[in-house]
């Protein structure tokens, strides 16, 4: 349930391919923040913390277009769109990973 991140993160995508393997959630937050979540229950919190900063690696690589492209596929809508309905204001996208 998306819903429980609170409303200051829009999901964009869902088991997002990365080199690491496959991102559970990815989305941006009010900031322009790119935000990984990852849903465990199995994992060692040191390998779930372990593949998350694999993931972050990966993602940090990534331009616009790729984060773009995503977002089409996930909401069928441009990251600019989705983002303006969701938080009703221009959201500029940093470099910086939660």
Do not use: C, H, M
Not at 16 to 24: M, Y
Not at 48 to 66: C, G, H, M, V
Request: net charge negative.
């Amino acid at each position: 349930n998306p819903e429980i991140l609170g409303t200051d993160i829009a999901i964009i995508g869902r088991q997002v391919t990365t080199r690491s393997g496959p991102l559970d959630l990815l989305g941006i937050d009010r900031n322009g923040n790119t935000v990984i979540i990852e849903l465990k229950r199995d994992k060692l919190p040191r390998e779930a913390l372990a593949q998350s900063i694999d993931y972050a690696a990966d993602i940090a690589e990534w331009d616009i277009d790729k984060i773009n492209e995503i977002s089409l596929k996930y909401t069928e809508k441009s990251l600019e769109d989705f983002l303006s309905e969701e938080f009703d204001e221009k959201t500029y996208i940093s470099r910086k990973l939660r």
